[in-house]
C-alpha cells in the first residue's frame, strides 16, 4: 500500500525514538560546545598524523524523485557513505586529505542509482606567524539533481567530472593584512540516455578561471574593513553550443565590506558591483548590484544561529538565456541540549532571474532534524526536508512544467572520529 509522506515521517521519527530508548541508560559524556564541530569522537593518531574515518548508512523516502510537476514518483532509498580524512598535527603548516562516497541506491527505480565519490587535498605552509602560501585540489564524480534547471529528464541523472585546484597567499604589512590567490575548475558532463536515443552534454563541458585579492586594515582587534577585487572567466570546449550560441564571458566583482568577531557574534558584510560580458552580441552583458553578509551569533556554547545573503551569477545551456542572477538568503540553528541531543533547522530561499527571457524562479529548501550521540563515535539521526520551486513561465505545451515540490525523510546510523586540536 502506497504511503503518504506523512505516514513515512512518522514512522521514521518512531523509529528513531524507540533506537533512542534502547540507550539512554548509556553513560553521558561532558556537555561538548559547537566549537568541537558536533562530535564526541576522537581519532587515531599515527605519528605527526591524524586519521579520522567516517561512515553512515541512511535510509529514506523521497515523494517525488524526478523533481516532476505532474506524475510524480515516489520510492524509498538506502545510501551508503563511506569515507576518511587525513590532517596533520603540526604546530605550524597545515595538510589535509579527505575523500569518500555516496553510493545512492533506490528500491523501484534502479535508473536513479547514483555513485558519487570524491578526493580533497588542501595544505598550508607558514613563512611566518603573518605570512603563509596556501593551495588545494579537488577531484569529484557528481550527479546533477533532478530539480536542477539544466536537466535533460533522461532515463537516469546527468553525471560529471569536477576538478579544481587553488594558491595562494596572505600576509600583513605593519596594519594592512593582503589575501590574493587564484582558481581553475575544470567540469565535464556525460551523455544522458533517453528513451529512443541520448542527450549530447558536450557542449556543457567548460573551464571557470579565477583570480582576486583583498586589502583589509585592521583598525581595532575585533574589526577589519575590506576591498576586494575579483576576476571571473569561463571558457567553454565548444565555441558554439547545440543551439548557436557562443557562451564564453568574462567579468568582474568589486566590493567593500567589514569583518568583524565580538564575544558571542561574528559577521563578515560587503556591497559591491558584478559586471560579465558574454562574446555572443545576443546575450546582454549583465550589470548588477551585489551583496554578501554573513552572521554567526553563539549566545551560548551549545547555541548557533548563522545567516547569509549573497547573488550569484549561474552559467545555464538553457536556450536563448544566457544563465540567471540568483538572489540568495539562508538560516541555520543548531542547539545541542542534555549532551547528547542536537537539534538543527534550516531554511534557503532564492530567487532566480533568467537573462534575456522573462522566467524568474522562487526556491524554498527548509528542514529540520534530530541526532542523537550513542556513543563518543556512533550517532542516530532523523530528518526532513521539504522543497519547492515556483516559476513564472512553463515549456510550450505544459501548464506548471517548471514547478516542483517534494518531501524528503532520512534516518540515519553513523559513525565519525573527529580530531581535537
Keep these: 500500500m502506497k504511503k503518504s509522506w506523512l505516514q513515512v515521517f512518522l514512522v521514521g521519527f518512531i523509529m528513531t525514538i524507540s533506537g533512542?530508548?534502547?540507550v539512554l541508560s548509556a553513560p553521558v559524556y561532558g556537555e561538548t560546545s559547537m566549537d568541537e564541530k558536533d562530535s564526541l569522537?576522537?581519532?587515531?593518531?599515527?605519528g605527526s598524523f591524524a586519521i579520522s574515518p567516517q561512515f553512515s548508512l541512511v535510509g529514506g523516502y523521497d515523494s517525488n524523485i524526478y523533481a516532476a510537476s505532474h506524475d510524480r514518483v515516489s520510492d524509498r532509498f538506502l545510501i551508503l557513505s563511506p569515507g576518511v580524512e587525513i590532517s596533520s598535527t603540526w604546530t605550524t603548516?597545515?595538510?589535509?586529505l579527505s575523500?569518500?562516497?555516496?553510493?545512492?541506491r533506490f528500491d523501484k527505480n534502479p535508473s536513479e542509482n547514483t555513485k558519487d565519490y570524491w578526493l580533497n587535498g588542501t595544505g598550508r605552509y607558514d613563512l611566518s606567524n603573518q605570512s603563509n602560501i596556501f593551495g588545494g585540489m579537488s577531484f569529484s564524480q557528481e550527479h546533477e539533481e533532478r530539480g536542477s534547471p539544466d536537466d535533460t529528464s533522461g532515463r537516469e541523472p546527468a553525471l560529471y567530472l569536477s576538478s579544481s585546484f587553488h594558491l595562494g597567499t596572505e600576509f600583513v604589512i605593519h596594519n594592512l593584512g593582503f589575501r590574493m590567490g587564484g582558481t581553475l575548475k575544470f567540469l565535464d558532463f556525460d551523455d544522458v540516455p533517453t528513451w529512443t536515443s541520448s542527450v549530447d552534454n558536450d557542449d556543457r563541458d567548460r573551464c571557470l578561471y579565477g583570480a582576486g585579492?583583498?586589502?583589509?586594515v585592521n583598525l581595532q582587534e575585533r574589526t577589519q574593513p575590506f576591498v576586494q577585487l575579483i576576476y571571473d572567466q569561463r571558457s567553454y570546449d565548444q565555441s558554439l553550443d547545440y543551439a548557436g550560441f557562443s557562451r564564453d564571458s568574462k567579468g568582474y566583482r568589486t566590493a567593500v565590506g567589514v569583518k568583524s568577531r565580538w564575544d558571542t557574534l561574528s559577521s563578515e558584510m560587503y556591497v559591491g558591483y558584478l559586471w560579465q560580458e558574454y562574446k555572443d552580441s545576443r546575450f546582454n552583458t549583465i550589470e548588477a548590484f551585489d551583496i554578501g553578509t554573513t552572521v554567526s551569533w553563539k549566545p551560548r556554547p551549545s547555541t548557533k544561529l548563522t545567516v547569509g545573503l549573497e547573488r550569484e551569477l549561474n552559467e545555464t545551456t538553457l536556450p536563448v538565456t544566457s544563465g540567471y542572477l540568483a538572489s540568495i538568503g539562508r538560516m541555520k540553528l543548531v542547539q545541542k541540549f542534555c549532551q547528547r541531543w542536537t537539534f538543527s533547522g534550516q531554511v534557503y530561499f532564492s530567487q532566480d532571474e533568467y537573462q534575456e527571457i522573462s522566467r524568474k524562479d522562487k526556491n524554498l529548501n527548509a528542514g529540520f532534524g534530530?541526532?542523537?550521540d550513542l556513543s563518543r563515535w556512533l550517532y542516530l539521526s532523523s530528518d526532513y526536508q521539504f522543497s519547492k520551486r515556483s516559476s513564472n513561465t512553463s515549456p510550450v505545451g505544459e501548464i506548471d512544467g517548471n514547478d516542483f515540490h517534494r518531501h524528503q525523510v532520512f534516518v540515519s546510523l553513523g559513525l565519525h572520529f573527529q580530531h581535537k586540536k
Design 41 to 46: 569522537g576522537d581519532s587515531w593518531i599515527f
Design 370 to 372: 534530530f541526532k542523537y
Design 99 to 104: 575523500t569518500g562516497a555516496d553510493l545512492k
Design 213 to 216: 585579492i583583498r586589502a583589509s
Design 93 to 96: 603548516h597545515k595538510l589535509k
Design 20 to 22: 533512542l530508548c534502547v
